[in-house]
């Protein structure tokens, strides 16, 4: 009947002990492999976590999982693993504190989304973030209309910041609710103010075809300016 305490296989499953050079060199480069991956699929999959610590949670449990189910994964190598990767956490960490550059590249920076009412359209195309989520992630705050932002954010980990303009000063803006965005036309019926629906640029226009003036774009929505429900 065969042991199942050989303790051979349990620790190294039967392999010679410069197996563990390879283990190393495997971690070294299946961390460097995932942090990269994640960086470059950008925050729109990544939200409250930060980049970095998605890896330590894939890596860590993708190392813990083999050997608790499979008898041909000996706890000798896992254990190294686990090594490794607190090793390159810590590298990581150091150089993170070091280098605002290395900060950049792996977290990323906050970048402005709205700005006084409209999209700051060089931030906002750079991100991964479709139009109808972020509109969703207004929705949740109680926001109606783009005229009652402010100013909103991207944050690093992917989490939305807002500045609200008091009620005295909400202006003319984009409607995001879906009844009134599905509204959208670039024939315009009557005179009135309109948002474009891409920048949300606030224009008064007249029954004509109408060119935005800040991304000269066509199409367009009437503009509400509702205070915003709390």
Known sequence: ???????????????????????????????????????????????????????????????????MFYEDVGLIPAILVFMVILTMYRMVTWLLGKSKRFEIFIEGKTQSIIEDGQFSIESFEKEDLAQDEFFTELRLKSIEHLGQVRNAYIETNGTISMYFYPDEEVKYGLPIRPQLFSLKSTNIPKSGIYACTFCANVQKLEPTAATCTVCARNEWVLAINTKRLV
């Open 1 to 67: 009947m065969k042991d199942i305490f050989e303790w051979d296989r349990l620790l190294f499953n039967d392999l010679p002990v410069e197996f563990l050079l390879e283990v190393l060199f495997r971690t070294v480069i299946m961390f460097i492999v995932v942090l990269l991956t994640l960086k470059f699929a950008g925050k729109r999959g990544v939200k409250q976590l930060s980049i970095f610590e998605v890896v330590i949670i894939i890596s860590l449990g993708s190392a813990a999982g083999d050997p």
